[in-house]
């Protein structure tokens, strides 16, 4: 992808025009907190010349270097637009773009009752295994795991298998709704052993504020986003995919794993068919 990034096209001079592809990471260009294999960066970087790309995920931007940048390139560089903690930390071309702070929304006093009510429900469940990082910060919003994101992955899947059978994530939500209801927050439940919890407004929609800024742009290269695909696995009402994946100004595409998000993309856009 660093070869093709050497000659990507302006976004205002991209062959389909006005057009974005974004993606969710986890089960969507990746396996769950895993890294992104060579045939899909193949994929992606024959599509870039052609049309706007971007990612949307709830982690930070050092999981999502990880997952699907490389020890030589910046994911900044692999993706026209970057939009980690669901586009609060997001950047355009490499070049970053105005933030947002989760802790200045909320305020220290309600967010430590949050964090207190959080680690005293885990501390009361009984679950079959316990790891570590329970509650992780992030600049918009905090994350939450009931076995720990220290678990391993052996240990994410039987989580999953059981949190499947019990809605031990689902009933956790449920009572933070309940004890927090003033605080105009939302609970989203994604990936394998967590959810997130961020302010009303700044889910993966938020993203689509930086995406419409570009029609908005002073000089020549100003973008009217018309065609914005959004691709995601967590799509059901309560997923952390939901709200962007229903939004009126998306087209929504759910998707069960990369291999159907490269199948997809193959039949929109036939010129990476062959990639």
């Not at 050497?6 to 592809?21: D, S």
């Not at 982690?59 to 609060?88: I, R």
């Not at 989203?188 to 742009?217: A, M, N």
């Amino acid at each position: 992808m660093a070869a093709a990034a050497a000659v990507i096209p302006p976004l205002h001079q991209r062959p389909i025009k006005n057009t974005i592809c974004l993606f969710d990471v986890d089960g969507t260009l990746t396996p769950a907190r895993q890294g992104v294999s060579p045939s899909m960066l193949q994929l992606l970087t024959a599509l870039r010349p052609h049309v706007a790309i971007g990612f949307v995920g709830g982690s930070n931007l050092v999981k999502q270097q990880e997952q699907l940048g490389t020890a030589d390139l910046p994911v900044t560089t692999l993706f026209d637009f970057c939009f980690a903690e669901n586009g609060l930390t997001a950047y355009r071309m490499g070049e970053p773009l105005a933030s947002a702070s989760f802790i200045e929304w909320l305020g220290e006093k309600k967010y430590q009752k949050l964090v207190n009510f959080c680690l005293r429900y885990i501390a009361d469940l009984d679950i079959p295994k316990k790891r570590g990082t329970f509650v992780e910060f992030r600049a918009g919003m905090i994350n939450v795991s009931p076995i720990g994101r220290n678990a391993s992955q052996a240990e994410r899947m039987e989580f999953l298998e059981y949190d499947m059978e019990s809605g031990v994530r689902k009933t956790f939500v449920e009572a933070l709704r309940k004890e927090f209801a003033g605080y105009g927050l939302t609970f989203s439940i994604g990936g394998q052993l967590s959810f997130d919890v961020f302010p009303t407004g700044w889910d993966k929609t938020y993203c689509l504020k930086h995406v419409e800024e570009e029609r908005e742009r002073k000089d020549a290269q100003a973008v009217n986003f018309e065609t914005i695909h959004f691709f995601g696995d967590k799509t059901n009402e309560g997923g952390n995919d939901y709200e962007i994946f229903a939004d009126e100004r998306t087209i929504g595409h759910s998707v069960e794993d990369p291999d159907e998000t490269a199948k997809i993309l193959k039949e929109l856009f036939p010129v990476v068919k062959d990639a």
